[in-house]
């Protein structure tokens, strides 16, 4: 009994470190796809549109919502200390350096990354990316790297339109409903964000982005080598969600790292 | 030049499954095929049929042993070379593997555009005569999810001789098709062949009716390999397992046979 349990533990330690060392392999491979010509510049605008643009009114409501809620949370614990003109200072700095870039990678985790996943699957287990190889078509160049780009690209730009959109919300709330005043909103706003924050907020969107990216097209990718996926069109349904939850959980542990070494 | 396409030499692969355990598909097998003929690969299912095509594509490695390909060692080759080699190479899946987001023109255009340097006015004119040869002129503009299953295979067939290759694999080409059109793709196979001159290794369920192409059959069972020079030699084999084979495979052709032996 216990030398079967030790057995299904060592078999799992190799799996996990055999997975390992093929997503860093992968990484490097995604890597060096997007330096390879030719470039398919059609195929990454169309994959910009798609990350990006349309994903632009989920992140807009996401934001707005978050920033409105941001506005009269903030004004209710600052009211208290009677320091209600440091709102613009807190909904700002919260959205920049936290919620804006994590909210939207874990949007574009649950949109995007989710659909790139999916995708790759169902081209591994119907061998068309098989097809690609044995055309010599490098798949990382003509599939995978486009949508590494994108995302790199797609990314920072709905993070800052979140910022935007959820400091107007937290404008809305704090000045037009609860009476704080336009001109120490935007004061307090002006006076505590510095260049450092507005910097910090656009590495940790590029982190996540490779971060949700590389997950997410990874777990398509290897869609046969995952244990317990199962196979067929369940392989595919069980890996999509296993790269959702796992990227979103690397994205709130970076989180976590990304501040703690750069603050 | 040899007239050696492909040599199996003492090739071992075995796979390892959840628990821990090793599974030998191949073991030190060893085999050659020869060039500009067509040979059929049989075997039930889980002899290593698909593995066999995979390790001569460089998709997969073998353990031990060489596998050469017009005399040249490609065990451990990649990048550019592993490249340059699968040019030489047209595959056709048993799925068609056609990319449904794409049409009949754009998928059969697609190694032209990536792997040559012709001119789209060019490609055209490439892939107008193919599909034409291969009765596929009007569809162009469909999508694969559009076609039937035999005319998929007919697009996949054309996608994988715009390269001219040199050697073609074709992976289970006739299953899930009725009796007529796998009559059909077998006409277009031996059709097409004549036309480019390429080395054809069959794998294929269909027995008896793929042996009408072969002119040598290779017959995987248990991890080693039997080969025959001519279809007509399997029915003289005295082995057991290739008795159970024709009879299974071959059913009534051959019972007489069986009955006397």
């Given amino acids: 009994m216990q030398k079967n349990s030790l057995t299904k533990l060592g078999n799992t330690g190799i799996y996990v470190l055999g997975d390992l060392g093929r997503m860093g392999l992968y990484l490097l491979q995604i890597v060096r796809g997007a330096f390879k010509r030719p470039f398919r510049f059609k195929e990454l605008i169309r994959q910009v549109h798609f990350i990006g643009a349309q994903s632009s009114s989920v992140i807009f409501f996401t934001a707005l919502s978050t920033g409105m809620v941001l506005g009269l949370q903030g004004y209710y614990s600052l009211h208290k200390f009677g320091a209600e003109g440091m709102l613009g200072s807190a909904v700002s700095l ?110 940790k969107s590029l982190v996540f982005a490779l971060l949700v990216v590389w997950i997410c097209t990874g777990r398509g990718y290897f869609v046969r080598e995952i244990r317990g996926a199962g196979f067929g069109a369940e392989s595919v349904s069980r890996v999509t969600t296993q790269a959702v939850v796992l990227s979103s959980i690397s994205v709130l542990i970076f989180d976590y790292l990304l501040t703690a070494v750069l603050l | 030049m040899t007239d050696i396409a492909i040599e199996f030499k003492d090739v071992v692969k075995s796979f390892s499954s959840a628990d821990g355990k090793k599974q030998t598909v191949l073991d030190k097998v060893s085999f050659s095929i020869p060039v500009g003929k067509t040979t059929v690969v049989a075997g039930g299912s889980g002899q290593g049929k698909s593995v066999t095509l995979k390790l001569i594509l460089g998709l ?17 080759i990649g990048g550019r070379e592993l490249e340059e080699l699968r040019t030489r190479f047209g595959v056709l899946f048993q799925g068609s593997a056609l990319f449904d987001s794409m049409t009949v023109y754009d998928n059969v255009a697609l190694p032209l555009r990536e792997r040559t340097k012709k001119t789209e006015q060019e490609i055209k004119d490439q892939i107008d005569e193919t599909l034409e040869q291969l009765e596929l002129s009007g569809h162009e503009e469909k999508y ?28 289970e080409p006739t299953t899930g098709l009725d009796p007529v ?38 017959i995987l069972n248990s991890g080693k390999v039997d080969v025959f020079e001519s279809p007509e030699a399997i029915q003289w084999s005295k082995k057991e397992h290739i008795l159970e084979f024709v009879k299974t495979t071959m059913g009534q052709i051959y019972q007489s046979h069986l009955m006397e032996k």
Wanted: proline fraction near 4%; glycine fraction near 10%; charge should be neutral.
């Fill in chain 1, 94 to 203: 919260t959205l920049i350096m936290e919620l804006g870039p994590v909210l939207t990678a874990l949007m574009v985790a649950g949109r995007a990354g989710s659909a790139m996943c999916a995708e790759l699957g169902i081209m591994r287990i119907s061998e068309q990316i098989d097809a690609l190889d044995c055309m010599a078509i490098d798949p990382f160049r003509y599939l995978i790297s486009p949508k590494v780009l994108a995302t790199l690209i797609a990314m920072p730009l709905l993070t800052s339109i979140f910022d935007i959109v959820g400091i107007a919300g937290g404008y809305l709330v704090g000045v037009n409903l609860k009476g704080v005043s336009p001109g120490s909103f935007i004061q307090g706003m002006q006076s505590s964000v510095t260049n450092h924050d507005i910097r910090l907020g656009l590495i």
């Fill in chain 2, 144 to 171: 694969p999810a559009q076609l039937s299953g035999g005319m998929q295979k007919r697009v996949g067939l054309a996608r994988a001789l715009q390269l001219k290759p040199e050697i073609m694999l074709f992976d």
């Fill in chain 2, 60 to 76: 997969m490695q073998a353990d031990k042993g060489s596998i050469l390909v017009n005399g040249k060692d490609i065990s451990g």
């Fill in chain 2, 181 to 218: 059109m796998t009559q059909e793709i077998y006409h277009l196979f031996a059709r097409t062949q004549a036309l480019v001159g390429y080395t054809a290794i069959i794998v294929s369920h269909d027995i008896p009716k793929v042996l009408n192409l072969a002119d040598q059959v290779i």
